[in-house]
């Protein structure tokens, strides 16, 4: 799949395990754990072939303190236990988002995802 950053920044910390760390507070299971989701969205072919995971708990986001998050979602950096997040977004063939983003219709052919950010659940 073809990965896409909102800022050159957030893509250093997706691809390089230093950037990660400083992200991570020095903690390098984290980082590690980062880089080895952004190569597994990287390997795969189509959304699908993540959403069908259990380990990196796809989950839909939701609207919360006036942030529209409206086809965002996210997988987990490490595990359910870590606070931290991937959060993106399923673009089309144009590099736009889907209007209509129902992710049981639309996975199997998305083939480009707009990395957000990395961030902790509740911040």
Same mark, same amino acid.
């Given at each position: 799949?073809?990965?896409?950053?909102?800022?050159?920044?957030?893509?250093?910390?997706?691809?390089?395990?230093?950037?990660?760390?400083?992200?991570?507070?020095?903690?390098?299971?984290?980082?590690? @754990?980062?880089?080895?989701?952004?190569?597994?969205?990287?390997?795969?072919?189509?959304?699908? +072939?993540?959403?069908?995971? %259990?380990?990196?708990?796809? #989950?839909?986001?939701?609207?919360?303190?006036?942030?529209?998050?409206?086809?965002?979602?996210?997988? +987990?950096?490490?595990?359910?236990?870590? %606070?931290?997040?991937?959060?993106?977004?399923?673009? +089309?063939?144009?590099?736009? %988002?889907?209007? @209509?983003?129902?992710? +049981?219709?639309?996975?199997?052919?998305?083939?480009?995802?707009?990395? @957000?950010?990395?961030?902790? #659940?509740?911040?």
């Amino acid at each position: 799949m073809e990965l896409i950053y909102v800022s050159e920044t957030l893509k250093q910390q997706c691809m390089n395990v230093k950037a990660a760390k400083k992200l991570f507070h020095g903690d390098l299971q984290l980082s590690v @754990s980062l880089l080895s989701r952004i190569n597994a969205l990287e390997q795969a072919i189509v959304l699908k +072939d993540i959403v069908v995971q %259990p380990a990196f708990h796809f #989950h839909k986001l939701k609207n919360k303190k006036g942030k529209n998050l409206e086809g965002y979602f996210a997988i +987990d950096v490490k595990s359910r236990k870590e %606070p931290w997040r991937i959060i993106l977004q399923p673009l +089309d063939e144009n590099e736009e %988002p889907y209007v @209509s983003c129902n992710i +049981d219709q639309i996975a199997g052919k998305v083939k480009i995802v707009e990395i @957000s950010e990395v961030s902790k #659940h509740y911040e």
